[in-house]
């Protein structure tokens, strides 16, 4: 049996057709609503976003958000909001916008002293420059917001920015929706539904795997990319934040896709085809070449400590750390 952490599974669900069944979709909605909005609150990581401020008002738009903060707090929590655009200076008050409450932008100079900020979709480290990117120069990006449609479900939308003669225009393009419960994830040319189930009772791997069948996933999950890892640490702090009391749990465990492959097993020495990641065969077809970082001196079965460490799973603590290991 796995360590006692080792409490939680994640699985995934291919995209789908919204039900035409409505008995069934109430059945699930109702299954899945308590947890709905605390996991679509911390589905994604603003470091893979941008706040890019420069001058303009909106021109076309209905019904946008207005808070009593100052313009710099107005900027910073659109950034940590997955549904949020844009933002727009009114001080003493600012306005926020999701995506279908605005269609067009007027861009203006600085004289105007009337402020806006766009969040844009950009994994890079850097903040883009002045001449280096369309949304300020003229020409179309593409974005993501993640709003809940119909109030309901989970949804993953990209959307267009086009700057053309001093008028920036939103367009929405390709959307794909989620069950509730579910959070959608980019992988490359997939959107993939992902949940994180918990279990009462520590399980080993087979366990999970049976347990993501019951859900009708297609099994257990890799991890794609590093913000899928970050998504997955926030929500396991999250969860050992809020433990009962009673409950002494400092680390969380999640079982994910990967099987050592037989020619990497102990006594089997290190080599080009028996490093790290590439020990293991993955089932996981959307992510074939998994990303993710292992924890300290992981993976170590090829020492045979323990013996058989033949399975991946991903261990976050109460401080934040994580990392990948191969266990029985």
Not at 18 to 47: G, Q, R
Not at 115 to 133: D, K, M, N, V
Request: net charge negative; with cysteine.
């Amino acid at each position: 049996m796995p360590d006692r952490f080792r409490d939680f599974l994640f699985s995934e669900k291919a995209i789908q057709s919204l039900p035409h069944d409505m008995t069934d979709y109430i059945h699930f909605a109702i299954l899945f609503l308590i947890v709905t909005v605390e996991k679509l609150n911390s589905s994604l990581d603003p470091n893979d976003y941008k706040m890019i401020v420069t001058y303009g008002k909106p021109s076309i738009y209905t019904s946008p958000t207005i808070y009593s903060i100052s313009f710099e707090e107005c900027v910073q929590k659109c950034w940590m909001d997955e549904t949020c655009v844009l933002v727009y200076d009114t001080f003493p008050t600012c306005q926020m916008f999701v995506l279908e409450n605005i269609t067009t932008v007027q861009k203006l100079n600085s004289s105007s002293n009337s402020r806006i900020a766009f969040r844009i979709y950009s994994t890079s480290e850097e903040c883009p420059s002045i001449t280096g990117t369309p949304v300020l120069v003229g020409g179309t990006i593409v974005s993501r917001t993640y709003p809940l449609l119909g109030g309901i479900f989970p949804t993953y939308q990209e959307f267009n920015l086009t700057l053309k003669s001093n008028v920036w225009t939103f367009q929405s393009s390709v959307f794909y929706s989620c069950y509730v419960g579910y959070i959608p994830l980019k992988r490359d040319k997939y959107v993939m539904c992902m949940n994180v189930i918990q279990t009462e009772t520590c399980i080993n791997r087979t366990q999970a795997v049976s347990g993501c069948a019951e859900y009708n996933s297609v099994g257990l999950m890799g991890i794609a990319n590093l913000e899928e890892s970050r998504y997955i640490r926030n929500f396991a702090m999250g969860l050992i934040s809020k433990q009962p009391v009673n409950n002494t749990y400092t680390s969380l465990g999640f079982w994910m896709d990967g099987i050592r492959k037989p020619t990497c097993k102990y006594p089997q020495p290190k080599s080009i085809s028996c490093n790290g990641t590439n020990e293991f065969a993955y089932s996981d077809v959307s992510a074939p070449n998994p990303t993710f970082q292992w924890a300290p001196r992981q993976p170590d079965g090829l020492l045979n400590n323990p013996p058989d460490s033949n399975c991946l799973y991903l261990k976050v603590d109460q401080n934040g750390n994580s990392g990948v290991d191969d266990a029985p």
